[in-house]
Protein backbone atom coordinates (compact mmCIF):
# COMPACT_ATOMS: atom_id res chain seq x y z
CA UNK A 1 0.00 0.00 0.00
CA UNK A 2 0.99 3.41 -0.93
CA UNK A 3 0.17 6.89 -0.03
CA UNK A 4 2.25 9.68 -2.15
CA UNK A 5 1.18 13.27 -0.98
CA UNK A 6 2.31 16.32 -3.15
CA UNK A 7 1.96 19.71 -3.73
CA UNK A 8 3.16 21.12 -0.48
CA UNK A 9 5.13 24.47 -0.83
CA UNK A 10 5.87 27.80 0.31
CA UNK A 11 2.46 30.50 -0.02
CA UNK A 12 1.84 33.78 0.97
CA UNK A 13 -1.45 34.69 2.76
CA UNK A 14 -4.41 34.53 0.96
CA UNK A 15 -2.51 32.30 -1.69
CA UNK A 16 -3.52 28.90 -2.77
CA UNK A 17 -2.37 25.16 -3.46
CA UNK A 18 -4.04 22.24 -4.63
CA UNK A 19 -2.53 19.48 -2.71
CA UNK A 20 -2.44 15.27 -4.68
CA UNK A 21 -2.16 12.15 -2.70
CA UNK A 22 -1.87 9.28 -5.39
CA UNK A 23 -2.40 5.84 -4.39
CA UNK A 24 -1.70 2.32 -5.14
CA UNK A 25 -2.21 -1.36 -3.45
CA UNK A 26 -5.45 -1.25 -2.49
CA UNK A 27 -8.61 -0.91 -3.97
CA UNK A 28 -9.09 3.00 -4.07
CA UNK A 29 -13.04 2.69 -5.53
CA UNK A 30 -13.94 1.22 -1.63
CA UNK A 31 -12.23 3.71 0.27
CA UNK A 32 -13.29 6.50 2.05
CA UNK A 33 -10.23 9.37 1.81
CA UNK A 34 -9.23 12.04 4.25
CA UNK A 35 -6.46 15.18 4.96
CA UNK A 36 -5.12 15.54 8.32
CA UNK A 37 -2.66 18.18 8.91
CA UNK A 38 0.18 18.30 11.97
CA UNK A 39 1.62 21.50 12.87
CA UNK A 40 4.75 22.02 14.85
CA UNK A 41 4.44 20.90 18.64
CA UNK A 42 0.55 20.34 17.68
CA UNK A 43 -1.70 17.39 17.56
CA UNK A 44 -2.90 15.87 14.34
CA UNK A 45 -6.40 17.48 13.57
CA UNK A 46 -8.63 16.68 11.05
CA UNK A 47 -9.47 18.89 7.60
CA UNK A 48 -11.48 17.02 5.47
CA UNK A 49 -12.60 13.78 4.06
CA UNK A 50 -14.78 12.46 1.05
CA UNK A 51 -16.08 8.90 0.77
CA UNK A 52 -15.75 6.54 -1.81
CA UNK A 53 -17.89 7.94 -4.60
CA UNK A 54 -17.43 10.99 -3.81
CA UNK A 55 -20.81 12.17 -2.96
CA UNK A 56 -20.55 12.71 0.94
CA UNK A 57 -17.80 15.61 2.03
CA UNK A 58 -16.66 16.48 5.60
CA UNK A 59 -14.53 19.72 6.42
CA UNK A 60 -13.26 21.05 9.99
CA UNK A 61 -14.39 24.05 10.71
CA UNK A 62 -11.45 26.07 10.37
CA UNK A 63 -10.96 25.14 6.86
CA UNK A 64 -15.11 24.97 5.73
CA UNK A 65 -15.52 27.75 2.37
CA UNK A 66 -11.31 27.44 2.20
CA UNK A 67 -10.53 23.95 1.40
CA UNK A 68 -12.07 21.72 -1.71
CA UNK A 69 -11.45 17.90 -0.67
CA UNK A 70 -12.09 15.80 -4.64
CA UNK A 71 -10.98 12.23 -6.10
CA UNK A 72 -10.48 10.97 -9.46
CA UNK A 73 -11.41 7.59 -8.72
CA UNK A 74 -9.91 6.38 -12.18
CA UNK A 75 -6.42 7.87 -11.48
CA UNK A 76 -6.69 6.68 -7.51
CA UNK A 77 -6.27 10.00 -6.74
CA UNK A 78 -7.37 12.59 -4.06
CA UNK A 79 -6.98 16.22 -3.56
CA UNK A 80 -6.88 19.09 -1.30
CA UNK A 81 -7.79 22.65 -2.97
CA UNK A 82 -6.64 25.33 -0.65
CA UNK A 83 -7.61 29.03 -1.11
CA UNK A 84 -7.47 31.76 0.93
CA UNK A 85 -5.01 30.18 2.71
CA UNK A 86 -3.45 31.51 6.47
CA UNK A 87 -0.89 30.96 8.69
CA UNK A 88 -2.22 29.01 10.66
CA UNK A 89 -2.95 26.14 7.98
CA UNK A 90 1.38 25.83 8.28
CA UNK A 91 1.08 22.03 8.60
CA UNK A 92 2.52 18.82 7.66
CA UNK A 93 -0.76 17.73 5.49
CA UNK A 94 -1.40 13.27 5.31
CA UNK A 95 -3.77 11.72 3.53
CA UNK A 96 -5.55 8.89 4.74
CA UNK A 97 -7.49 5.87 3.30
CA UNK A 98 -10.00 3.29 5.11
CA UNK A 99 -12.08 0.88 3.64
CA UNK A 100 -15.44 2.09 3.69
CA UNK A 101 -18.52 1.22 1.56
CA UNK A 102 -20.22 3.70 3.58
CA UNK A 103 -21.90 7.04 2.54
CA UNK A 104 -20.16 9.18 5.49
CA UNK A 105 -16.26 9.48 5.33
CA UNK A 106 -15.08 9.41 9.18
CA UNK A 107 -13.28 12.16 10.72
CA UNK A 108 -11.15 10.26 13.60
CA UNK A 109 -7.59 9.25 12.37
CA UNK A 110 -7.77 6.64 14.57
CA UNK A 111 -10.38 5.20 11.97
CA UNK A 112 -8.11 4.78 8.90
CA UNK A 113 -5.39 2.40 7.85
CA UNK A 114 -3.41 3.83 5.52
CA UNK A 115 -1.29 6.93 5.92
CA UNK A 116 0.92 9.20 3.28
CA UNK A 117 4.02 10.26 4.45
CA UNK A 118 3.04 14.09 3.83
CA UNK A 119 4.01 17.31 2.32
CA UNK A 120 4.81 20.32 4.39
CA UNK A 121 2.78 23.38 3.95
CA UNK A 122 4.47 26.73 4.70
CA UNK A 123 1.81 29.97 4.73
CA UNK A 124 3.80 33.41 5.10
CA UNK A 125 2.30 36.35 6.57
Known amino acids: VQLQASGGGLVQAGGSLRLSCATS????????MSWFRQAPEKEREFVAA????????KYADSVKGRFTISRDNAKKTVYLQMNSLKPEDTAVYHC???????????????????WGQGTLVTVSS
Open 96 to 114: AARFDLSSSPPERARQYDY
Open 25 to 32: GFTFSNSA
Open 50 to 57: ISRSGGST
